[in-house]
């Protein structure tokens, strides 16, 4: 049954035993999923008040602005949260390919049967 | 550095240490994010084969096919995955409202520094 958590207006977000929560970064114009991070409270807090996409990175253990070393960083355009509150969704202007790969979006291969293949 | 599960065109999915990967299902048409949840490789199958989308529920410990008590499924019109492959990216119609709440999209609502307000 939907609770406070969900239908509120109060900002609870529901951390994991990692403290963690999963945010996903949208591109404003075309709609494109870019990619998918996790955040702790601190990657959210820096998020809100800076307008740039910060995540946790969890392999380096460490806070991570998102183009920090690349300067591909996400301008952050509006930020939504969802039901239950354990994820994020950033709706952003990005500064180049969001992918370490150099692609546009992380989320450049199809999923056909049992194989992939290039989406576009 | 990008690797072979980065870049090549392989079907091999990384789950997590309890199994999962996380979902996230955008509306074919607006491009909205409807929501976020989590597969197994049971569920990644069963979404790819029918053709709706299945995830895992971590709460209730069993494979679920969104919109299976509700009707409001999520037919898939396409798959992507992400670079490390521990994330898919559904483009889905939507049978009717994808949140428990009755809202369109789980996330309906917007972070306004340390509040929510109603994203539209």
Redesign the interface.
Known sequence: M?DSR??????DPHYDAAGLI?A?A?DRV????L??AHMNAEALAAT?ASGEAHFWSRSRGRLWKKGESSGHVLRVA???????QD???LIVDAAGPA???G?RS??????E???????E
Do not use: N, Q, Y
Request: charged residues 25%; proline residues 5%.
């Open positions: 939907p969900d239908t509120g207006l109060v900002l999963t996903v949208t075309s709609g494109e999923v990619m998918l809100i509006d930020i939504r949260i969802d039901c239950d994820a994020v969704w992918c370490h790969t692609e992380c989320f450049f291969r199809r999923i049967g049992k194989k992939l293949a290039p989406a």
